[in-house]
């Protein structure tokens, strides 16, 4: 059975101290999780420390941006090496937040991607469309935008590392989430992208999150709904009750599945 994946993106929170006790107790709580993968995105400061933890447990390490040059005079910047060197495997790229309050384009994202993915790291990919670009009946055409831009060019390897979220801009941080018609809407039509760039084969395997205001009472309805395949997460993901719960209710989806 495909294994489904809950990413915690913690954004701009938590110290060093802050996110080591955090993530002591929380790696704890999520011992028992067979059949889910996760994935803590804490901020840059953390991730050495966090990577220490971890690595005695089954959760994956990710950041939540990098630069695609390997080195160099980018004051403020951190390289893919850099995150490898300290034990992570993932990398969010192309969040919404990077694209609208940092003016991130597709061009720059297409190459953070590349760098990443040369760099042995796995890409988080998010793409979504702002409300009025829903409103204005433009969703399918901007997610195909961003698609395209972010996975042109890639080969068949190199997309079988990467993970796309679907994350629309007007559910993240807000509390309203997607309906599960909304999300899953988004997702066949995201894998229909994969099956014309690669094969249907490629889409089925191809894991699709959503993300955007998840939390402990709608985790059980999207979880169920066709097509999506875990959940990338922000606020609910600072408290360890509520990612816990969230992570327990995609477990127990996919126990019941397996029965
Ligand atoms: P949210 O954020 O869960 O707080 O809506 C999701 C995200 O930005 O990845």
């Not at 850099?82 to 597709?106: A, P, W």
């Not at 993970?163 to 309906?179: D, N, R």
Request: with cysteine; aromatic share 8%.
């Amino acid at each position: 059975m495909k294994r489904l994946i809950v990413a915690a993106n913690w954004k701009m929170n938590k110290n060093v101290p802050e996110s080591i006790v955090f993530t002591e107790r929380l790696s704890k709580n999520l011992l028992n999780l067979r059949r889910t993968d996760i994935i803590l995105c804490p901020p840059y400061t953390s991730l050495f420390n966090i990577g220490e933890i971890l690595n005695k447990t089954d959760i994956y390490l990710g950041a939540q941006n990098m630069y695609f040059e390997a080195s160099g005079a980018y004051t403020g910047e951190i390289s893919a090496d850099m995150l490898k060197s300290t034990s992570c495997q993932y990398v969010i790229l192309g969040h919404s937040e990077r694209r609208h309050i940092f003016n991130e384009s597709d061009d720059l994202i297409h190459k953070k991607l590349a760098a990443a993915l040369e760099t042995g790291l796995k890409p988080i990919l998010c793409i979504g469309e702002t409300l009025e670009e829903r409103q204005s009946g433009r969703t399918v055409n901007i997610l195909k935008k961003q698609y395209v831009a972010a996975f042109r060019n890639l080969s068949e390897s190199q997309m079988r590392n990467c993970i796309i979220a679907y994350e629309p801009v007007w559910a993240i941080g807000t509390g309203i989430v997607a309906t599960p018609e909304q999300a899953s809407e988004a997702h066949k039509e995201i894998r229909s992208l994969v099956a014309s760039q690669f094969s249907y084969k490629m889409a089925t395997e191809m894991a699709i999150l959503y993300g955007g205001s998840v939390k402990p009472e709608n985790a059980a309805e999207l979880i169920a709904t066709d097509d999506i395949d875990g959940f990338l997460i922000g606020g609910a993901s600072l408290v360890e009750e509520q990612f816990v719960s969230i992570a327990d209710t995609v477990e127990d989806y996919l126990a019941k599945q397996e029965k």
